[in-house]
C-alpha cells in the first residue's frame, strides 16, 4: 500500500463488553441464510480479533467516553467526497478499494473496487488487472507501477470516490489458509515456474487440489512457465477470484471463536485498514441481510489489447464503453449515471504504440 496512507492499527479502542461483543458476533456468524458474502468477512474477522482479553481494546483512557457496541453500529461510517464535484452520493453506498500484496514494500499483486449498497442490500465487486493503464497525474501508468496515492488514482480514473481500503499481505492469505487446514480448488492449468530472485518454485499439474498456504499463494501468483507459455492478466485474475471463492467457502463452514488467538497475529500483522472499529462494526451488522448469491455480483474491469512500445508493453487500455457501463452497474455510487467525460481514462499515444 502506498505510503501516503494513514494507518489504522487494529488495537483501535472501543469500550464494551467482551462478552456483549461475542455474543453479538456469533449473532452476526449465524443462520443458513445469512452468511456475508468474503469482503465482509474480512470485515467479521477483523471484529472478532478485538474479542475478549485477546487483544488490546481497552486502551482508551477511563475518563474518555466510549460508544457501546450496541451503540457503534448505528454511528454510520463518513463518506469522501464525490470525484465527479456535479454528483450526488446516494445514502448508505459506500466503496472500498481491496488489495493484496508481497509486503516488504513491494507493489500490490491483486486489486478490487467494491460497492456495497447498505439500505437496497446490494454489493458490486470488480477486480482490476494489475496490468490496467490509469490515469497518474495525466500519464498513462500501469496499475502495478503505481507508487503513492493509488486511492486517488483509481478514484480519477473511474471518476468515483473511494471510501476506504483494505489491504492485506499475502503471507497473512497463507496463514489464513493454513489456520483453516488447507482449501480445495482445481488447478486451472500446468503450472512450472522457478523465478530464485524470489525465492518463488510453483508446480502444479491441472486438476483438484488441497492445497496448503503458501501453495495457495502460488497458484494466485503464476502467470507463465518457464517454457515461456502462460496465460493473460485476466486469466490470472480469474484464478485469484477462484481462490478466493474456495477460501470464502471454507470460512462460511467455521462457526466457532476456538481460533482467534491465532486470528489476532494474523491480521495485526498483516492487515492494514483505514476502517475504524466503530465502522467496522457497522459493516458487519448490516452485511448480514446481504444474500451472496442474489445481492453479491463480481465482474472484471474490461481491457483492450495491450498497448507496446517498441518492443515494450505499457500496459492494457481501459476498453471504454464496457467499462462505464461496469461501472455504473457496479459501482457507482451517485444518484446518477455516469458518462465517459466523468472518467479519467488515460490517452494513449498512438505513436508509441508500434
Known amino acids: 500500500m502506498n505510503n501516503n496512507m494513514p494507518r489504522t492499527p487494529f488495537s ?13 458476533i456469533k449473532n452476526i456468524m449465524s443462520g443458513p441464510k445469512k452468511r456475508p458474502p468474503l469482503p465482509f468477512l474480512v470485515l467479521i474477522f477483523s471484529i472478532c480479533i478485538f474479542c475478549g482479553d485477546l487483544v488490546s481494546c481497552q486502551t482508551a483512557r477511563p475518563e474518555e467516553a466510549q460508544p457501546s457496541a450496541s451503540q457503534a453500529v448505528d454511528t454510520v461510517p463518513a463518506m469522501k467526497n464525490s470525484a465527479v464535484p ?28 467494491l460497492c456495497y449498497d447498505t439500505q437496497g442490500q446490494a454489493a458490486g465487486l470488480v477486480s482490476i488487472p494489475r496490468d490496467t493503464l490509469v490515469d497518474l497525474d495525466g500519464q498513462a501508468v500501469r496499475l502495478s507501477g503505481v507508487e503513492y496515492g493509488l486511492e486517488q488514482c483509481l478514484s480519477h480514473t473511474l471518476g468515483i470516490p473511494i471510501d476506504y481500503y483494505i489491504d492485506i499481505e499475502l503471507d497473512g ?25 524470489q525465492n518463488l518454485s510453483i508446480h502444479f499439474n491441472e ?80 452485511a448480514v441481510g446481504l444474500d451472496p448469491s442474489a445481492g453479491l455480483e463480481t465482474a472484471t474491469l474490461p481491457l483492450q489489447d495491450p498497448v507496446t512500445a517498441g518492443y515494450y508493453i505499457l500496459g492494457e487500455e481501459v476498453d471504454p464503453e464496457p467499462a462505464l457501463e461496469l461501472v455504473n452497474r457496479l459501482l457507482n455510487p451517485y444518484t446518477q449515471s455516469l458518462t465517459l467525460e466523468d472518467m479519467n481514462l488515460p490517452e494513449i499515444d498512438e505513436s508509441e504504440d508500434s
Open 12 to 24: 483501535t479502542a472501543l469500550s464494551r463488553s467482551a462478552r456483549e461483543t461475542e455474543l453479538r
Open 173 to 197: 492469505f497463507a496463514a489464513l489458509v493454513d489456520e483453516l487446514g488447507g482449501i480445495d480448488f482445481y488447478i486451472p492449468c500446468d503450472m512450472d515456474y522457478d523465478d530464485p530472485a
Open 86 to 113: 456535479r454528483m450526488e452520493r446516494r445514502d448508505g453506498v459506500y466503496t472500498f478499494l481491496l488489495t493484496a500484496g508481497t509486503g516488504g514494500g513491494a507493489p500490490s499483486d491483486a486489486f478490487m473496487v
Open 207 to 286: 486438476g483438484p487440489a488441497h492445497l496448503n498456504g503458501w501453495q495457495a499463494v502460488e497458484a494466485a501468483r503464476f502467470r507463465k512457465n518457464n517454457s515461456g507459455t502462460s496465460y493473460s492478466d485476466l486469466g490470472r485474475v480469474q484464478t485469484q477470484q477462484q481462490l478466493m471463492e474456495a477460501l470464502a467457502q471454507k470460512l462460511l463452514s467455521w462457526n466457532s471463536l476456538t481460533k482467534i488467538n491465532s486470528f489476532v497475529d494474523i491480521f495485526s500483522q498483516n492487515v492494514d485498514t483505514d476502517l475504524s472499529m466503530a465502522d467496522m462494526l457497522y459493516f458487519a451488522s448490516r
